[in-house]
C-alpha cells in the first residue's frame, strides 16, 4: 500500500493525486464499502477507520483505500489489492481497539459502529430495572440478586433475571436483596420482609424507584462484561 495522505509519514504521491483522491473520498463519505467508527455521547466522530473503492484519477484503474481519521491525524493508504486493503482495514481498526480504555464513566470504549469481529462492538439496547423487579427480588428466598445476562429467543438477548448471590457472576451482578433492604432501612430480624412490607408508606415506595434507578446504572457496566465483541 502507498501513502497518499499521512500526518506521520511521507506520502507516495503528487498532492495534486492525493488532493483528487481526498475529494472522491469526501464525496463517498456517507458510503463507503467497510467502516468503524467511534461517535462520542455529544453526536461528534471521534475515530473513523473506512474503506473505499474508486477508480484512479490519473489511470482510471480501479483502487480501494483505507483512510484512518482522529482527532490528531490522518492516513490514506491506497493499493490496487482488495485483499491488501481489507487485511490493512482490518488491521488499523483492531489496533485502534487495543488501545481502547474506558470513558469517564468508567465504561469500556466502544466502536459506535464495525464490521471487524474481536473488537469492543456496540452493545444492542439493554433493559431497565423497574420497581415489580426489586420487589420480586424482595420475595425471592434465600440470598437472591438481580443480574444481567444473555437469554431471549435465540440466546443473545440482554436480559434481567434474578439467581442466588454466591451462584451470580460478580460483574454481571446488578442488585442483592440485601442491598434493596439496606436502602429501604428494613431487616429481616423480626421475620422475613416481603414486598408488601417494603411499600406500607410512600417513602418506601419512592425508595423503591430509586432503588431501581441506581440498579438500573449497573446494567452498562454488567453489559460490558457480557459483550466484548460488535453484537450487529
Given at each position: 500500500m502507498r501513502n497518499v495522505i499521512s500526518t506521520n509519514a511521507g506520502t507516495d504521491v503528487d498532492d495534486d493525486y492525493a488532493d483528487q483522491v481526498a475529494a472522491i473520498l469526501d464525496r463517498q463519505r456517507h458510503s463507503p464499502e467497510?467502516?468503524?467508527?467511534?461517535?462520542?455521547?455529544?453526536?461528534?466522530?471521534?475515530?473513523?477507520?473506512?474503506?473505499?473503492?474508486?477508480?484512479?484519477?490519473?489511470?482510471?484503474?480501479?483502487?480501494?483505500?483505507?483512510?484512518?481519521?482522529d482527532p490528531a491525524s490522518r492516513e490514506l493508504e491506497e493499493t490496487a489489492d482488495e485483499a491488501e486493503a481489507n487485511v490493512r482495514y482490518v488491521e488499523l481498526v483492531r489496533a485502534a481497539a487495543a488501545n481502547f480504555d474506558y470513558d469517564r464513566h468508567g465504561y469500556q470504549t466502544r466502536y459506535t459502529t464495525t464490521d471487524v469481529d474481536g473488537v469492543p462492538g456496540p452493545l444492542p439496547d439493554l433493559p431497565d430495572i423497574e420497581t415489580e423487579d426489586v420487589a420480586d427480588l424482595i420475595d425471592e428466598p434465600g440470598s437472591p440478586a438481580l443480574y444481567l445476562t444473555l437469554g431471549g429467543e435465540d440466546g443473545d438477548e440482554p436480559v434481567v433475571k434474578v439467581g442466588q448471590e454466591h451462584e451470580v457472576?460478580?460483574?454481571?451482578?446488578?442488585?442483592?436483596?440485601?442491598?434493596?433492604?439496606a436502602e429501604l432501612s428494613l431487616s429481616d430480624e423480626q421475620g422475613r420482609i416481603t414486598s408488601e412490607a417494603a411499600v406500607a408508606s410512600d417513602q418506601h415506595g419512592m425508595l423503591l424507584s430509586f432503588i431501581a434507578h441506581r440498579a438500573t446504572e449497573q446494567v452498562r457496566g454488567a453489559a460490558d462484561v457480557l459483550f466484548t465483541v460488535p453484537t450487529v
Open positions: 467497510r467502516e468503524s467508527k467511534r461517535v462520542d455521547e455529544h453526536g461528534e466522530t471521534t475515530l473513523s477507520i473506512t474503506l473505499h473503492t474508486y477508480e484512479a484519477p490519473d489511470t482510471g484503474r480501479t483502487m480501494w483505500a483505507v483512510d484512518y481519521n457472576p460478580t460483574g454481571q451482578r446488578l442488585l442483592t436483596r440485601s442491598e434493596a433492604l
